[in-house]
DNA sequence: ACACAGCCTGCCCTAAGGGGAGAGTCAAGG
DNA sequence: CCTTGACTCTCCCCTTAGGGCAGGCTGTGT
């Protein structure tokens, strides 16, 4: 048993390997005064350490341990931190902690539905689901149930004949109109298809009986898939993103919609941009 | 419905609000290869996008999603990637996530322990507990049933007679030598204690009818408290260590061992520093 | 013509060190 | 006493996924 000659102390190898704490490690907790050598020969600028310098080191990789950032864990070295403050750190960081382990198995959850769904396709999927908030909107609108869903085209000729006879096209200059389909019904219908047409409003505009003015509610969540292609071919655009709400737990808590991001009135062309979106909240 | 005009495509800002991705990410993505702008013009450098790259984004999206990295994404978009390496680098990713939701686990644990902790002490704690590997290491040792701990010194005695005897301490130039009692018994004792007196061997020595030289076995895990002060108060230490090792679900798994990192025979000299270590595994 | 909003590149910043260069220092052997 | 090899020092650059800002162009509306 011997005392380690104390006049001299531990230099930062050994320390290092006696707490096996890296020699950077060491110099970024000096540098950062969480845990100052003991001495530093102020000649060569050598550090020496003292074997009771090791609880405090030790105190400083528990807390790391728990998380703690090596500022909050300076905070918490500071001694002159009363209890509650302790306390609060502690619950705060306990929060923290149950909120990335949640995240974390949602995580799990979207890896292990598409490996799942890789594994049932056996092909590179087409499509790609992203969760996003939506934004209210203001919009102009005809509801109607109509026989089928191709017949929404004629709402939105009803729509911008109204808009134009209301001069709202002279006071927007650049004709940007952004049009966006909510689909009430739940499932998919043959016929008796209960259809919104909307378009975004960017000046005020009268409504009729009819058309009227209204605002689209935000959404905190939505599952949105934007597929590029012919409305002739959404169908499997729509499955995919049904499939993965339920793949990944989540409930539909109101009428989808379609974006029209780049569309028309053509039933085939291929240079279509859609976004279709349906609000989500995590099942329980 | 209109066609934004496709002559000059999309810029940068109204694509980004298009996708809610910051116009530093897409900026980012194009120098990093992952999308592209469909055009840029050479003499401004401004960067055109088109709606048909949406989808491509948002495959981006929903890889980062799932934890990837732009880098691993990257390789994905590839396009050339077979399905078999798709799935085994979702494999892999699953397996990460798992193992980091294990590791939150254990973290929730462990501060919830330490609030628990500092709700009955009413106190910041003394002591702190790290986990650590156990090195094995060759040591000379006496093991005998001792009446009392603090009689272990005589062990030690023994020891470093036998080894001055057979010249050891010519061998090994600086007489840096580290000792470590193992304990073997379960519990607190008052009398009858089973102990083994280490002294870690720094070359070959020869062992005796009661002295062997033998290697302390290695550990994966172990509980270790680093305590500053004299032996007498040593007890309380131990209650904390155990106390963790319980509040934290892990179960000793080995005899628990003390490492004089600053010792000697006194029995209440406060600038000693020992190291108290349990091999533990997690709990079931 | 002018103003203002939008866009460009380039530079510095993040947390917790890792890696390495170049120079100085320590202890032991010859 | 000198040398050698192992240690140590500081300084700089690197990592992720972008954020913030400066200075200078560019596009559009009035």
Same mark, same amino acid.
């Given at each position: 048993?011997?005392?380690?000659?104390?006049?001299?102390?531990?230099? !930062?190898?050994?320390?290092?390997?006696?707490?096996?704490?890296?020699?950077?490690?060491?110099?970024?907790?000096?540098?950062?005064?969480?845990?100052?050598?003991?001495?530093?020969?102020?000649?060569?600028?050598?550090?020496?350490?003292?074997?009771?310098?090791?609880?405090?080191?030790?105190?400083?990789?528990?807390?790391?341990?728990?998380?703690?950032?090596?500022?909050?864990?300076?905070?918490?070295?500071?001694?002159?931190?009363?209890?509650?403050?302790?306390?609060?750190?502690?619950?705060?960081?306990?929060?923290?902690?149950?909120?990335?382990?949640?995240?974390?198995?949602?995580?799990?959850?979207?890896?292990?539905?598409?490996?799942?769904?890789?594994?049932?396709?056996?092909?590179?999927?087409?499509?790609?689901?992203?969760?996003?908030?939506?934004?209210?909107?203001?919009?102009?609108?005809?509801?109607?149930?109509?026989?089928?869903?191709?017949?929404?085209?004629?709402?939105?000729?009803?729509?911008?004949?109204?808009?134009?006879?209301?001069?709202?096209?002279?006071?927007?200059?650049?004709?940007?109109?952004?049009?966006?389909?909510?689909?009430?019904?739940?499932?998919?219908?043959?016929?008796?298809?209960?259809?919104?047409?909307?378009?975004?409003?960017?000046?005020?505009?009268?409504?009729?009986?009819?058309?009227?003015?209204?605002?689209?509610?935000?959404?905190?969540?939505?599952?949105?898939?934007?597929?590029?292609?012919?409305?002739?071919?959404?169908?499997?655009?729509?499955?995919?993103?049904?499939?993965?709400?339920?793949?990944?737990?989540?409930?539909?808590?109101?009428?989808?919609?379609?974006?029209?991001? !780049?569309?028309?009135?053509?039933?085939?062309?291929?240079?279509?941009?859609?976004?279709?979106?349906?609000?989500?909240?995590?099942?329980?």
């Amino acid at each position: 048993m011997n005392p380690e000659q104390p006049k001299l102390g531990i230099r !930062i190898g050994d320390f290092s390997k006696l707490s096996l704490v890296s020699i950077k490690a060491l110099r970024l907790y000096d540098q950062k005064g969480l845990l100052k050598p003991a001495r530093i020969d102020p000649d060569t600028g050598y550090r020496y350490y003292s074997a009771s310098q090791l609880p405090r080191l030790n105190r400083i990789l528990a807390l790391k341990d728990l998380g703690f950032s090596l500022e909050q864990i300076g905070q918490l070295l500071d001694e002159n931190l009363s209890i509650p403050e302790m306390q609060g750190m502690l619950r705060l960081k306990q929060a923290e902690v149950q909120q990335r382990l949640a995240q974390e198995q949602e995580r799990l959850v979207r890896v292990e539905a598409r490996l799942k769904q890789i594994q049932q396709e056996a092909t590179m999927p087409d499509y790609d689901v992203v969760l996003k908030p939506l934004q209210a909107v203001q919009v102009a609108s005809i509801r109607e149930v109509i026989p089928s869903y191709p017949a929404v085209g004629q709402l939105y000729d009803e729509l911008m004949g109204h808009l134009g006879s209301q001069g709202y096209f002279a006071k927007v200059a650049h004709p940007n109109q952004k049009c966006m389909t909510v689909w009430y019904d739940e499932g998919y219908k043959e016929s008796d298809v209960d259809a919104e047409a909307t378009v975004f409003l960017e000046a005020e505009v009268q409504g009729s009986d009819r058309i009227q003015c209204r605002t689209l509610p935000a959404h905190e969540q939505a599952a949105c898939l934007t597929f590029n292609g012919s409305y002739n071919r959404i169908t499997a655009a729509y499955q995919h993103l049904l499939k993965w709400i339920e793949d990944n737990r989540y409930d539909i808590v109101g009428p989808n919609r379609e974006f029209y991001i !780049i569309g028309g009135a053509e039933q085939d062309n291929e240079s279509y941009v859609t976004e279709i979106q349906f609000p989500v909240a995590k099942a329980a």
